[in-house]
């Protein structure tokens, strides 16, 4: 008798599941399943497992391809199973190719296919809450979010779209998943799309991705001008659709913590906020190659900008941009120097891709103050100070992997009660954003003419 053994969460259980056990159980004739634990699944990253292990051992047992159920609770038990059960062969999807080599010495490992495309009618006869989503983008950012998305329940990969053919085609081929250069091919296996393309296809990737009935998560700056965001949000809302702007520190636990705390009144009334956030580019990157789009504050200005608008508010009397730019005007290091009405707060935010300089937070109050340092744009740690050195408050918050999964559960959420306009980025803070965007792209232009003009 061959005995053959699979792993997994199988939390709301679907298609690829289904395939994925019914090929296991083909490849001998006594199949056990290990299911995970919910501790497990904590410690191996998974953020939001939704269905208990009592129904999903019930949803795996209803296959009827399973002749045993056991259960996964620690990483190192897989080694402990195949030897303890005589299993012959191990197996699992093809997402974790490589991984499970080891296991070779004590018996076959075989990766079967992952299934790339979980139908629509299957979904609608399980009323199931599965979002099928679609990348368009092939970029770094794009080949980030699909290892982060697998670890967010309630989300299934299936596509990427660029129209270049050859980008999709690696892209694809590499993540396992369809890749299309056609973008209405592309919608129709989707429910919702990740806009990870250049800024400035943004705005039409945006609505044609809501005229087809999607859901959206854009990455930041989701837009550069006010009107086209208010445009945006609008639309959205008029076809019942979520609109997300994509700027990880916000969903992030930590910074939701210390937004907490700082708007407790902890350290008395918010007077000042610093920012800085500098990463070195190489110099034939997207970021320093694109004279139009380009530069630091296009790049890193929604993560800098960010923080003030959530503690001094959206109500900025003045802004001031300076910048630092290479020969050909592209922006290498920009401060924007803000003020709030009644001389009550003021910010000064930098950020750079051609200087180095400490990423800090500092936020500043009228009892104390709050110091985050780099990477505080990925919370994990921060201090609150009082006029009394001795006296320092320590908080730390966990912060997984790369981030990205906290945003993509908060954009399922939404999805899920539809409507709302998220607390932790607001519609309205969204389009503050695109604003200030507008306004740097407007003194940009103004101070490039200007020179061009003294030169
Ligand atoms: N799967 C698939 N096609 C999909 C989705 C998942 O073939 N579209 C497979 C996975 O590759 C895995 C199984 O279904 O073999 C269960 O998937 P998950 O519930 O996501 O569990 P996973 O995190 O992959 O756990 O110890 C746990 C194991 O290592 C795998």
């Known amino acids: 008798m061959i ?56 949803n795996i047992k209803k296959t009827g391809f399973a002749d045993e159920v056991i259960i996964e609770e620690a990483a190192g038990q897989k080694f402990n199973d195949i030897k303890k059960y005589h299993i012959d062969v191990f197996t699992v999807g093809s997402d974790w190719v490589g991984c499970f080599d080891y296991l070779r010495d004590y018996c076959k490992v075989v990766y079967l296919e992952r299934t790339k495309n979980i139908s629509s009618t299957m979904l609608r006869e399980q009323n199931s809450r599965i979002q099928r989503i679609g990348i368009i983008g092939t970029g770094r950012i794009a080949q980030r979010f699909i290892p982060e998305a697998k670890l967010v329940s309630g989300i299934s990969t299936q596509g990427v779209y660029n129209p270049h053919e050859e980008s ?20 129709e296996t989707i429910d919702s799309v990740y806009i990870a393309s250049p800024h400035e296809t943004h705005y039409g990737y945006i609505k044609s991705a809501l005229e087809h009935g999607k859901h959206v998560l854009c990455e930041k700056p989701m837009v550069l001008q006010k009107a086209q965001a208010e445009e ?11 609109l997300f702007e994509g700027i990880k520190t916000a969903y992030c636990p ?32 997207r970021e320093l190659t694109d004279l139009s789009f380009g530069g630091s504050f296009t790049e890193l200005g929604s993560y800098v900008m960010f923080p003030v608008l959530k503690l001094l508010g959206e109500n900025i ?16 290091f920009t401060r924007a120097v803000m003020t709030y009405p009644g001389n009550m707060g003021m910010a000064t935010v930098t950020c750079g891709l051609g200087v180095k300089s400490e990423g800090r937070l500092l936020i500043a109050g009228t009892k104390g103050y709050i110091v985050v340092e780099a990477p505080w744009w990925k919370t994990s740690y921060f201090e609150v100070h009082y006029e009394n050195q001795d006296e320092v ?31 932790k980025l607001t519609r309205s803070e969204s389009i503050t954003l695109a ?7 407007r003194c940009a232009r103004k101070s490039m003419d200007f020179d061009i003009r003294l030169k």
């Open 3 to 58: 005995k053959v053994i699979t792993y997994g969460t199988f939390d709301l259980f679907h298609e690829g599941h289904y395939r994925l056990l019914q090929r296991a159980k083909a490849l001998g004739d006594y199949l056990i399943v290990g299911v995970t634990t919910e501790a497990y699944d904590k410690t191996r990253g998974k953020l939001n497992v939704v269905d208990s292990l009592t129904t999903r051992i019930e």
């Open 168 to 187: 999709v085609r690696e892209f694809a081929g590499k993540w396992e998943i369809n890749g299309y250069t056609d973008l209405d091919e592309f919608y």
């Open 393 to 423: 408050e320590k908080y730390s918050e966990r912060f997984l992997g790369d981030g990205l999964r906290y945003e993509i559960s908060d954009f399922l959420t939404m999805i899920n009660g539809v409507g709302k306009s998220g607390f």
């Open 254 to 285: 930590g910074f939701t913590r210390l937004l907490g705390i700082a708007c407790s009144g902890t350290i008395g009334n918010i007077r000042n906020v610093e920012a800085c956030f500098t990463k070195l580019e190489k110099p034939d990157s």
């Open 317 to 332: 009397e003045d802004i001031r941009f300076d910048s630092i730019r290479d020969e050909r005007g592209l922006d290498l």
């Open 232 to 242: 945006l949000f609008e639309y959205a809302e008029m076809r019942g659709r979520i």
């Open 435 to 441: 604003g200030v965007m507008e306004e740097f792209m």
